[in-house]
């Protein structure tokens, strides 16, 4: 099942989000603007996402050091977290106007090469959309918990940088879990077929280039560093918000205006404004600035907590 704009619009999930309806705060004409597709926009954002996966590989690839092979590791987990942005996009419908193009892309561009499948995340998100605010919310387990005392995220955070919590996933992967899939079904394992696939098209094009040995380099981030940077990604949208089981996302769900530098490390494409995608989530990620923006300015956000930063973030969900 893939989400479309329309049916997340269709099921209640934009205007009761909006108190007193959307059109009390954003006019038709805005509304208009704001779901409207930039497929050019959007083609910019997959292309440079793999243009920097190649290039910080190609770096560390010619030029093999200490450093490039840390730097990796610092800036390659938001380029992979970029695909998973990419993909939730397109699993709204959001990302391209066509359907095609958000199913292809979506799936084979992001969501396999960083170990997902496209409708089978799609499913299982929508569930989070309807149910967010309840006690029902299918994410609940990742950020119920906060905040939690500063030893059990060091804890968690070893377990990440470690490669303990991906090896958990790759495990439940050769299961034949995928996603919302039965585990060892006959779909999971076809797309577990066409995750190795896609990563052995990866290996096979930097082999080309001279440098096949990175790929251990992208797969020794997405173990690592990438575990660290979901989690910080879970802890920011949803963790020690005001009220996780109130229904109004501006008490169960956060936006950090975390400065340029931070969004390129760890809040790809747009992905730190997470309270106005579930005010309306049928708005592309990079429409989600622009409907910040008019809200903030007519006071949709009047007493609802504000982050300028991941640093202050943390600090508000350790106890």
């Not at 989000?17 to 059109?23: A, H, N």
């Not at 109004?248 to 992905?271: E, G, M, Y």
């Amino acid at each position: 099942m893939t989400i479309t704009a329309e049916s997340a619009l269709g099921s209640g999930l934009s205007d009761h989000s909006l108190k007193g309806g959307s059109s009390r705060w954003i006019s038709a004409r805005e509304k208009l603007w704001l779901l409207r597709r930039r497929n050019s926009y959007a083609a910019l954002l997959v292309v440079r996402t793999w243009v920097l996966i190649f290039l910080l590989l190609l770096v560390a690839g010619y030029f093999p050091s200490a450093l490039t092979v840390a730097l990796v590791f610092v800036l390659l987990p938001g380029r992979q977290l970029s695909l998973a942005v990419l993909m939730h996009e397109a699993g709204h419908g959001t990302l391209f106007s066509s359907v095609g193009a958000n199913r292809w892309v979506g799936q084979w561009l992001c969501a396999l090469p960083t170990l997902g499948n496209l409708s089978s995340y799609a499913e299982g998100h929508l569930q989070h959309h309807r149910l967010a605010g309840t006690t029902n919310d299918p994410d609940l387990p990742n950020y119920a918990a906060y905040p939690i005392p500063r030893k059990s995220l060091r804890r968690k955070i070893t377990r990440d940088l470690t490669g303990q919590t991906g090896l958990k996933l790759l495990i439940s992967l050769a299961r034949g879990g995928a996603g919302n899939m039965e585990l060892g079904s006959s779909s999971s394992r076809a797309v577990l077929l066409k995750q190795l696939m896609v990563q052995v098209v990866l290996f096979l094009l930097l082999s080309l280039a001279g440098v096949g040995w990175t790929w251990w380099l992208w797969f020794g981030t997405f173990m690592t560093t990438y575990m660290l940077v979901i989690r910080l990604r879970q802890i920011a949208e949803h963790a020690a918000v005001p009220n996780l089981y109130d229904p109004d996302p501006r008490n169960n769900t956060r936006t950090v205006d975390a400065p340029r530098w931070q969004r390129f490390l760890i809040a790809p494409s747009f992905v730190n404004y997470h309270l106005e995608h579930h005010l309306i989530p049928g708005v592309p990620c990079y429409h989600l600035p622009a409907l910040r923006s008019l809200l903030k300015q007519r006071g949709f956000f009047d007493g609802t907590p504000e982050y300028d930063g991941y640093q202050q973030l943390l600090a508000h969900v350790i106890v």
